[in-house]
């Protein structure tokens, strides 16, 4: 099994940035994909999650601002991110998960900063 995430940057606040994440070795389809972000000195967080049937959820933090999406066609999950804030500044993990599987991505560096 292999996540492997990409299109980490750094970026001004208030600018947007897409990361993706294309999954390997897995039923993507079947698949709860999770993004997930580590600042440093702090836990890793959830930031955004799509289940099999699209349903979405987000972090308080994150609302109106992040939006995750799915192409099982592709095997890839994206987070679109919006609005970006220096407190936005972290590693940023996609995780998939199903019953008694869990899997994770190497992270991709995301740094908002002026």
């Known amino acids: 099994v292999q996540l492997v995430e990409s299109g980490g940057d750094l970026v001004q606040p208030g600018g947007s940035l897409r990361l993706s994440c294309a999954a390997s070795?897995?039923?993507?389809?079947?698949?709860?994909m999770n993004w997930y972000r580590q600042a440093p000195g702090k836990q890793r967080e959830l930031v955004a999650g799509?289940?099999?049937?699209?349903?979405?959820n987000y972090a308080n933090s994150v609302k109106d601002r992040f939006t995750i999406s799915r192409d099982n066609a592709k095997n890839t999950v994206y987070l679109q991110m919006t609005s970006l804030k220096p407190e936005d500044t972290a590693v940023y993990y996609c995780?998939?998960?199903?019953?008694?599987?869990?899997?994770w991505g190497q992270g991709t560096q995301v740094t908002v900063s002026s």
């Open positions: 995780s998939a998960s199903r019953i008694g599987n869990a899997y």
């Open positions: 070795g897995i039923t993507f389809s079947m698949y709860v």
């Open positions: 799509i289940t099999s049937s699209r349903i979405t």
